[in-house]
């Protein structure tokens, strides 16, 4: 593991009104780990992990990323930095091609927005890196294909594989798996971790299914009413008494 963490929270937290969310959360996330994130439904997972993104501003508290505080810059700044984001919902343009959608992610992050509409053979550089990031997802064989016909597992791949032409060092997921059917869940998560761990790119991911948070994370954050209520690696995790009353018997 890196010495250094990349990411860190200091006291995160965040009032709607009278509610409190998010209580004075302190982690730490390396650039080079799988970190899950559990806890029932209202612990405060997706609200932390806005934060994080610039999805929502901070009440109080400090989020340091790659030594710098970033607390109160702009979302598409963050992600310029190299935080970035997937949702349970693919981000992805139905009435384009995968290979055209992997490629509007990356002329998005070289600021080429402009050039979308040009016919891909005069652009080479963008064609090959976005032929190398299908290779990376196992995407090539979809190519071709209009996003809308796709299965939801591969839709899922693909959203996750335009946030990584943004090239992060840091990928929050909400729920990678949200909507994929028991089959394809491995395979979904098998292969984003396989493209995290080759490209060096840290995941922190909200999922509900426990046993895809055993089998993929090296650490899992549990949280309760808005507090970290463990942070260990899985087995200590997932046998500690207070984490088993809270969130497993209750489910997640």
Known sequence: M??????????????????VAVD???VEFYDDEIVGIIGPNGAGKTTFTNLISGALPLTDG?????????????????????????????????????FENMQASVLSRKQENNRLFMPTIRDSASVSETEQLLELFNLEAHADDHTEHLPHGVRKVLDVAMSFALEPEIMILDEPTSGVGSREKNAVMETITE???????????????????????????????????????????????EVNQFILEGGV
């Open 2 to 19: 890196s010495t250094e963490p990349i990411l860190r929270t200091e006291n995160v937290r965040k009032d709607f009104g009278s509610i």
């Open 24 to 26: 004075g959360v302190s």
């Open 62 to 98: 400090t989020i340091i990323f790659d030594g710098e505080d970033i607390s109160g810059l702009q979302k598409y700044k963050r992600v310029r930095r190299g935080l970035v984001r997937s949702f349970q919902i693919p981000q992805i343009y139905d009435e384009m091609t995968v």
């Open 195 to 241: 493209a995290a761990v080759e490209q060096n790119i840290g995941l922190i991911f909200i999922e509900h299914d426990m046993e895809l948070i055993r089998d993929y994370s090296d650490r899992i954050i549990a949280l309760h009413e808005g507090r970290v209520l463990a942070d260990d690696d899985v087995a200590a995790v997932m046998e500690s008494e």
